[in-house]
Nanobody, 128 residues
Framework: QVQLVQSGGGLVQTGGSLRLACAAS????????MGWFRQAPGKERDFLAT????????LYADSVKGRFTISRDNAENTVFLQMNNLTPEDTAVYYC?????????????????????WGQGTPVTAAS
């Protein structure tokens, strides 16, 4: 049984930082591209970042580029999202996701439909 269990998140003041973690089990972690998405109330789920199977390649949405960093620890089957300089516009439920490898282009992993497994979601609130 595949599980993606998220931790971290919570309430932070504007300008603050948070780190999300997503621990995977039940899958061959190093064969999956990992990604992070978020969904604000009343909005669609938006792509944030993705990382290649070896963690060397990364791709970010323009909205978080320079503020968020995705990384993975393949020895621990865990992917992270470091979030800095948070603003109220970053308030949402954050999700990690795993995609079976289908394409060498990380741009292909910006679509949520590429991901077959999802974490339970973690709320993040940046208060003004």
């Amino acid at each position: 049984q595949v599980q993606l269990v998220q931790s971290g998140g919570g309430l932070v003041q504007t300008g603050g930082s948070l780190r999300l973690a997503c621990a995977a089990s039940g899958l061959a972690f190093t064969t999956y591209v990992m990604g992070w998405f978020r969904q604000a109330p009343g909005k669609e789920r938006d792509f944030l970042a993705t990382t290649s199977r070896d963690g060397i390649g990364t791709l970010y949405a323009d909205s978080v580029k320079g503020r968020f960093t995705i990384s993975r620890d393949n020895a621990e089957n865990t992917v992270f999202l470091q979030m800095n300089n948070l603003t109220p516009e970053d308030t949402a439920v954050y999700y990690c996701a795993a995609a079976a490898y289908r394409s060498p282009s990380l741009a292909d992993y910006r679509r949520a439909q590429q991901y077959g497994y999802w974490g339970q979601g973690t709320p993040v609130t940046a208060a003004s």
